[in-house]
């Protein structure tokens, strides 16, 4: 690589974001024996689970399933306390990781990435950070997390509010002190569902602002007993084997039945046992028609909303709290503890924002056209840009200069939802045209494929990779086309459609982790002939 008379360090392969996909990626290019470096800008490790520190954030995947399992030696080590393990614990099996594989010394925290900018002259990328220092690297992987941008709507008077106002992902290291205090939050995704029960129980007064309800189910967590944990440790060649190969990237059974096969006296009973099943089970485990056929997903609604009714002391309440906008299914369904409850409790009250919409936030509280409140706290449960929010915001200048945020202004184009053309040693796993399954295990596949791409190339002497547009396009239409057949709607933030302005595109792929398996093994069969692999050598001479 070329002299470093400006000061920037040379490095093999640059990985940006100290998450769960990050991680590994720093693990798999150090254990390649390619030099490596990792840029955090937040002080620990974790990704979201760093961010995301509100209280009882906590996993709705069965925490040994979003964990690693390329090593058994971590596996048998740790030590779940709960099937849904909460962000502390998290954070502390990330801190550990990087302990028990000694990462710590490749990575730098505090190191916001500012710009990253391709230099055709010696096929490097130059990835400046905030603070001005700079690294050039042959290879860049972008693991800046699918929900990284925090999102603040646009409200009039959002900065003039005096009191504390916090995002659940921006949530500040020494937490936020609501005893006693009149609170509000808004927004009731899985963010906002998971924190409103913990404010409710400190908060003198808690005001639950709604814009539009979700299909909320218990999480169903549990203590993992020490003979379960044995268990799992016994079980884990078959724990490895299913969550490197399933569809979902969960260890959850697939549906058995058809609901035609019940009557509807059994299928009562059988939405029973999925409303008292974990987590996604409920989804994953439900009938095989639930998506499918519009009359069952029905009736499985009609059950969680007579749940509803039945927990809610409020009949008014209870029913602002059932959605009528979407199925189950239709939108990323929330798994909640003790959500549906906090609204008996005399402190607790729910507004509607469909009925009584937010005019203004003031200095003192929120006013909506029903009046003013005055509030301590505002909580944003507002959710993310979903995707391509942060990679747009990482200046990414490609080949002649083109910023990755205007080659995606009409909506993501990649190809395996890991390179786009034009960015040459670019990748972004975990970004746009990702995971539809257990998010660790689709990313992981997918900085697995980037690393094993990294080492074909080595052997064969060539070290710049690029897609041909054609592949882009080629792809990018697969994804529009089978995109016709999702269950979520176009009102799910996975099409964006949250973001005033975002070109409302599928941001997932459609055809999940089958479809990424095959895509990856043509390509190693074939040695990657269908991309562009060259020499920096060509380039320079
Ligand atoms: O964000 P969301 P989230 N005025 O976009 C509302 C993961 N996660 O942070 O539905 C008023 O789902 C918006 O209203 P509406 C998980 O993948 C996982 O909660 O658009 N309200 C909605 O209620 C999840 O799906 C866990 O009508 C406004 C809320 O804000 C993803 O993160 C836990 C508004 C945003 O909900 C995102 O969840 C937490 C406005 N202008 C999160 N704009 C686990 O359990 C938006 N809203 C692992």
């Known amino acids: 690589m070329g002299d470093a008379e400006d000061n920037a360090v040379d490095v093999e392969v640059l990985v940006i974001g100290a998450g769960v996909t990050g991680l590994y990626q720093l693990y798999?290019?150090?254990?390649?024996g390619f030099s490596t470096v990792l840029l955090e800008a937040g002080d620990g490790v974790g990704g979201t689970w760093y961010w995301n520190r509100y209280p009882e954030a906590r996993f709705d995947s069965e925490s040994y399933t979003y964990a690693y399992v390329f090593s058994k030696e971590l596996f048998n080590e740790w030590e779940w306390s709960e099937l849904f393990a909460g962000q502390p614990?998290?954070?502390r099996y990330f801190q550990r990781f990087v302990e028990m594989f000694d990462l710590a010394p490749l990575i730098r925290f505090g190191t916001k990435v500012t710009s990253v900018e391709w230099c055709a002259e010696d096929s490097t990328w130059t990835v400046s950070a905030a603070d001005g220092r700079r690294w050039r690297a042959r290879f860049v992987v972008a693991a800046t997390g699918m929900l990284s941008a925090p999102y603040f709507p646009d409200v009039v008077g959002r900065d003039d509010f005096t009191?504390?106002?916090?995002?659940?992902?921006?949530?500040?290291?020494?937490g936020v002190d609501v005893t006693g205090k009149r609170v509000a939050v808004i927004g009731t995704g899985s963010s906002g569902v998971q924190v409103i029960p913990p404010i409710a129980a400190e908060a003198a007064e808690l005001v639950v602002y709604q814009r539009t309800p979700n299909w909320c189910t218990p999480l169903n967590n549990q203590a993992l007993s020490a003979e379960r944990q044995q268990e799992l440790r016994d079980d884990f060649e078959h724990i490895r084997q299913t969550l490197n190969t399933s569809a979902t990237g969960f260890m959850v059974p697939p549906p058995e039945r058809l609901s035609s096969e019940d009557s509807p006296e059994e299928r009562q009973a059988f939405y029973e046992t999925m409303w008292n099943s974990p987590g996604f089970a409920k989804l994953l485990s439900n009938y095989k028609d639930l998506l499918s056929d519009a009359t069952i997903n029905r009736e499985w609604c009609d059950f969680i909303a007579a749940k509803v009714r039945a927990i809610?002391?409020?009949?008014?309440?209870?029913?602002?709290?059932?959605?009528?906008?979407?199925?189950?299914g239709e939108k990323r369904p929330p798994f909640v503890t003790g959500y549906y409850e906090v609204f008996n409790e005399p402190n607790v009250s729910l507004v509607s924002l469909e009925e009584t919409p937010i005019t203004a936030i003031t200095a003192t509280g929120i006013e909506t056209t029903d009046g003013h409140r005055e509030f301590d706290v505002i909580v944003w449960a507002t959710g993310f840009d979903y995707g391509t929010g942060q990679l747009r915001r990482l200046g990414v200048r490609g080949v002649d200069g083109v910023r990755l945020e205007d080659h995606w202004a009409d909506g993501p184009l990649t190809h395996l939802g890991v390179q786009s053309s034009g960015f040459p040693n670019f990748f972004f796993p975990g970004g746009p045209h990702g995971a539809s399954a257990n998010v660790p295990r689709y990313n992981t596949d997918q900085a697995d494929y980037i690393a094993d791409l990294l080492v074909a190339m080595r052997e064969q002497g060539l070290d710049v990779v690029e897609v041909p547009s054609d592949l882009e396009a080629s792809f990018t239409a697969m994804i529009d086309q089978l995109s016709r057949h999702v269950p979520f709607t176009k009102i799910s933030y996975f099409f964006g459609s949250n973001i005033p302005?975002?070109?409302v595109k599928n941001l997932l792929n459609p055809g999940g982790r089958p479809m990424l398996f095959t895509f990856i093994d043509d390509l190693r069969n074939e040695g990657y002939a269908s991309l562009k692999l060259s020499s920096s050598k060509d380039a320079e001479s």
């Not at 009191?163 to 992902?169: D, M, P, W």
């Open 163 to 174: 009191g504390a106002s916090h995002h659940t992902g921006l949530w500040p290291a020494e």
């Open 501 to 503: 302005g975002k070109p």
């Open 28 to 32: 798999r290019a150090r254990e390649d």
């Open 312 to 328: 809610v002391a409020d009949p008014a309440t209870a029913d602002r709290l059932i959605p009528t906008d979407h199925r189950y």
């Open 89 to 91: 614990e998290i954070e």
